[in-house]
């Protein structure tokens, strides 16, 4: 684990040796959750590929101090400009940013902001693009409430950590999963929670992202879980049906995996895995990218 100042703020990060002939793998995790979500890939990958996972600004152990307000913003675009300063000071290009959740959004906009810095995107249980009016006042509220009363239940903790074990995954994780969900969703800062839950949901924003999508050059792909009840297949394929990929390929550029909630990192990494090594390594990139995304 190492730190590193972004913008005056303190973030955690670990990366992998380089590997020769290998891409750079970038990985972002999602809302209330940390980069150890991507440990078991990149134990794995990190074999034939160099591979970075950090913790975003007030998740994890990327924490803001009390005395030092963040001088971001949590919007999507926020968190974009503060992948790119950390892939600056790494010295990275030409990187593959594999998102979960809302870390599939913020890849997105980072390959959309900094398109010199991005080969290609894999955005894992992440889609949208439709504004439902009630459904997303309800999932405001619900996050809201799961930030602000989260003290009130630490009291509960064995019961918490139990719960998160079968929270939004379609068969339940080891114990030691649901502890760490009830570490990242403690830890996590109050303003950046909630900011990047709102941020990332007014309409505006949801209608924006379809509009990023099929601008974008690199290749973009979508994993999703077939089970999924956070990001449901069918948004999935919705924001994927935006990037030409989706419409030269006739959809390809969207895969389901069986039996998956929203974890799929956890749920199904073989899987994942297998999805991973198939995109990076069969998709044409570097002068060729142009051509097949036309």
Not at 51 to 76: A, E, I, T
Not at 96 to 104: C, D, F, K, R, T
Not at 106 to 126: D, I, M, Q, S, Y
Request: aromatic residues 10%.
């Amino acid at each position: 684990m190492a730190t590193i100042d972004i913008l005056g703020v303190k973030h955690v990060y670990e990366l992998t040796d380089p590997v020769p002939n290998g891409s750079v793998l970038v990985f972002i995790h999602g809302w209330l959750l940390s980069r150890h979500y991507w440990q078991p890939a990149i134990d794995r990958l990190s074999r034939s590929h160099q591979c970075l996972s950090y913790d975003l600004r007030g998740f994890g152990d990327s924490q803001l101090s009390p005395d030092c307000p963040s001088p971001m913003g949590y919007s999507p675009a926020d968190y974009a400009k503060d992948l790119d300063h950390l892939l600056e000071q790494l010295n990275l290009n030409e990187v593959w940013l594999v998102g979960h959740s809302l870390g599939g959004t913020l890849a997105l906009w980072t390959a959309h902001l900094f398109p010199e810095r991005v080969k290609g995107v894999v955005c894992v249980n992440a889609g949208g693009g439709i504004y439902l009016k009630e459904e997303f006042e309800r999932f405001r509220a619900v996050g809201q409430r799961i930030v602000q009363w989260r003290w009130r239940w630490f009291s509960q903790v064995s019961a918490i950590c139990w719960l998160f074990t079968r929270a939004a995954v379609a068969q339940p994780l080891s114990f030691a999963w649901g502890q760490q969900r009830v570490i990242d969703w403690v830890m996590a800062d109050a303003d950046a929670a909630l900011g990047a839950l709102l941020d990332s949901t007014t309409e505006e924003e949801v209608h924006r992202l379809p509009h990023i999508v099929s601008q974008l050059q690199q290749p973009v792909y979508f994993i999703a879980g077939a089970k999924d009840m956070i990001m449901e297949p069918k948004y999935v394929h919705h924001l994927a049906s935006f990037h030409p990929l989706f419409k030269r390929c006739c959809g390809a550029n969207v895969i389901e995996i069986d039996g998956c909630g929203h974890l799929s990192m956890l749920e199904q990494t073989d899987q994942l895995l297998h999805h991973l090594d198939e995109i990076i390594n069969t998709t044409i990139v570097g002068d060729d990218a142009a051509d097949e995304v036309a």
